[in-house]
Structures are given as structure tokens and as C-alpha cells.
């Protein structure tokens, strides 16, 4: 079984730029996080999805950031314009169901870079 | 105050050795407990958790938590190379919609 995968692996992007995100969760997860981990600090949650619909945004940093899960399966997040401070690794964890916690399934994560 | 506190290292030790890593957490109501491995360019992969005080033990590994003091501990006995990684601690609330909670991360470098 595939594991939850994300692309692009890195992005070099400069300030200003858009850059879009992927996130490939492990099928049939109808749950699935964004989170972010900027150099030196704690990865973060960012928000997630139930199907199509988003649960939980609380962890996005401002408007500039933007997820969408359209039909259910992929997702993907949205920084337009980039700014310095959005670099960091953004991964990208599935689940099977509600309440499942412990059954977080991580991708390699993407590396973005904001010159 | 951040919820999960954990020292980022970077912790060296010869192969063989016993790891101690650790976190202290500041909210009495979170009830499991995880640790996550993650190697280099990889995501995070869970290693083991505990739901509310007391040990548990797999084959190298044991995690413990003490939640009088809110500490949380994870032991690795024998430690190999391949035990290289960055470990970090989590949690989240129950009943909620189970984001997890972070610390920082230890690297850890075991050498032959």
C-alpha cells in the first residue's frame, strides 16, 4: 500500500512568487493534516480536512494561505504571495477515521524555500 | 509557556549505550502520549505512545510517563546506528480533533 506522498519534494521560490503544494494521502484516509515546521521550532499543525470539508483551520498563519481538498482525495496549500517567514518543511499526515489521534500516517514532507 | 517542551540536542552516544530522551508537558488534560522517529528527509513515523501514566516496553524502546510531574521519557536500551534519528515527543486532546502537539525534537547520533 502507498504511503501518503507529496510533491514537490523541494521548492525554491522568491518572495512574492505563488507556490502550490501537494498531498497525496493513503487511500481510503478520509482524514487529512497540514503541518509546519519552520527552521528551529516545533512542527505545527496547520488544519484539516474531513473528506472535502475543512474541520479544523486553526493553525493556518493568515489569508496568504490557502488548502483545498477538492473531492476528497488529494489536497493541496496554497501560499500566494510568499513571504521570507513561510519557509520551512510543510508536511502533509493522513488518517482512517475520526478520533484516530495515533493513526497519523506522514508524507516526506516539501521543503520550501522563500529567497 | 509552550504545551510541549523538549530539548533539541543534538544528544551523541557510542553504540551500545542507553538513550534517555524526555519532554515535559504544561496541560494535565492531555491523556496520550507519542513518540515520533524521523529520519533525514523523511516524515515523522510512530515509534510508540502511552495513554496516561505508567511504562511501556518494545523489544529496545520504552516509553514513561509520569504525569504527577508531567514528564514524559523514552528509554532506548543497546542503541545501534540506526537509531540515528531525530526524536520527538507529542500529544493532543482527546475529543478533539486529534492535531498533534509537537516539541522541538532531539537529534540523536549514535556512533559505532
Known amino acids: 500500500e502507498a504511503g501518503v506522498t507529496q510533491f514537490p519534494s523541494h521548492s525554491v521560490i522568491e518572495k512574492g512568487q505563488t507556490v502550490t503544494l501537494r498531498c497525496d494521502p493513503i487511500s481510503g484516509h478520509d482524514n487529512l493534516y497540514w503541518y509546519r515546521r519552520v527552521m528551529g521550532k516545533e512542527i505545527k499543525f496547520l488544519l484539516h480536512?474531513?473528506?472535502?470539508?475543512?474541520?479544523?483551520e486553526s493553525g493556518m498563519p493568515n489569508n496568504r494561505f490557502l488548502a483545498e481538498r477538492t473531492g476528497g482525495t488529494y489536497s493541496t496549500l496554497k501560499v500566494q504571495p510568499a513571504e521570507l517567514e513561510d519557509s520551512g518543511v510543510y508536511f502533509c499526515a493522513s488518517s482512517q477515521g475520526p478520533g484516530l489521534g495515533l493513526g497519523q500516517y506522514f508524507g516526506p514532507g516539501t521543503r520550501l524555500t522563500v529567497t | 509557556q509552550k504545551e510541549v517542551e523538549q530539548d533539541p540536542g543534538p544528544l551523541s552516544v557510542p553504540e551500545g549505550a542507553i538513550v534517555s530522551l524526555n519532554c515535559t508537558y504544561s496541560?494535565?488534560?492531555?491523556?496520550?502520549f507519542m513518540w515520533y522517529r524521523q529520519y533525514s528527509r523523511k516524515g515523522p513515523e510512530l515509534l510508540m505512545y502511552t495513554y496516561s501514566s505508567g511504562n511501556k516496553e518494545d523489544g529496545r524502546f520504552t516509553a514513561q510517563v509520569d504525569k504527577s510531574s508531567k514528564y514524559i521519557s523514552l528509554f532506548i536500551r543497546d542503541s545501534q546506528p540506526s537509531d540515528s534519528a531525530t526524536y520527538l515527543c507529542a500529544t493532543f486532546f482527546s475529543g478533539g480533533y486529534n492535531k498533534l502537539i509537537f516539541g522541538a525534537g532531539t537529534r540523536l547520533a549514535v556512533h559505532p
Open positions: 480536512f474531513v473528506k472535502e470539508s475543512k474541520q479544523d
Open positions: 496541560n494535565s488534560a492531555f491523556q496520550y
